[in-house]
C-alpha cells in the first residue's frame, strides 16, 4: 500500500490529483490522508483527517509514502524507515503562505535525506519507478547531544 499525505491545515489537490490519476493506471492500492480537500478522487481510498497513532500506523503498513514536505510526516518516516517522496507545496501557486516547503525539500533533497519531485510530471515519473526510491538512514527518537546543548546555550544568553 501507498501512503499519501498532506498534513491536516490545507488540501494539497494537485498532488493527491497526480496519485489519483497514476493509481488508476497502474492498479497499485493507495490511501491518501487528504485534509479539508472537497474534491472526490476516484482511484484511491481518503480520509479527509487521521489520528498521529493513525497516521503513524499507516507510514508502518506502507511500502512507499507520498507527501507535502511537512515536517511531521518527514520525521515520521525517516523513523520508521520508509521510502518517502515529497512535492513540496508552492506559495506561487497558492498552496501556502510562503516557500518553506521548497526549501525544506531543497536542503533535504541535496542531502540525500528524501525524494523530491518539483512538479507533478516527476512525481508522475518518480511513482512509475517507486520500487527504486531508496530509504534515507534512520533517526532515532531523540535529539542529539549535541544539539540539545545548542538550544541550552542559545537559551541562556
Do not use: K
Not at 507545496?89 to 523530491?116: C, D, F, K, P, Y
Amino acid at each position: 500500500m501507498i501512503f499519501v499525505t498532506v498534513g491536516t491545515q490545507l488540501p494539497f489537490d494537485r498532488l493527491v490529483g497526480t496519485v489519483d490519476a497514476w493509481a488508476g493506471r497502474s492498479g497499485e492500492s493507495v490511501f491518501a490522508q487528504i485534509g479539508p480537500s472537497t474534491t472526490r478522487f476516484e482511484n484511491i481510498e481518503t480520509a479527509p483527517f487521521l489520528t498521529p497513532e493513525e497516521a503513524a500506523e499507516r507510514v508502518q503498513q506502507a511500502s512507499l509514502v507520498v507527501a507535502h514536505a511537512g515536517m511531521g510526516t518527514i520525521f515520521t518516516s525517516l523513523a520508521a524507515r520508509r521510502p518517502l517522496i515529497v512535492l513540496p507545496r508552492s506559495a506561487e501557486l497558492g498552496e501556502h503562505r510562503n516557500e518553506h516547503q521548497m526549501a525544506t525539500a531543497r536542503r533535504l533533497g541535496e542531502r540525500g535525506i528524501v525524494t523530491v519531485a518539483w512538479d507533478v510530471n516527476e512525481l508522475r515519473s518518480r511513482l512509475d519507478s517507486f520500487e527504486d526510491v531508496g530509504v534515507a538512514p534512520a533517526i532515532g527518537d531523540h535529539a542529539e547531544v549535541g544539539l540539545l546543548d545548542a538550544v541550552r546555550d542559545f537559551l541562556d544568553r
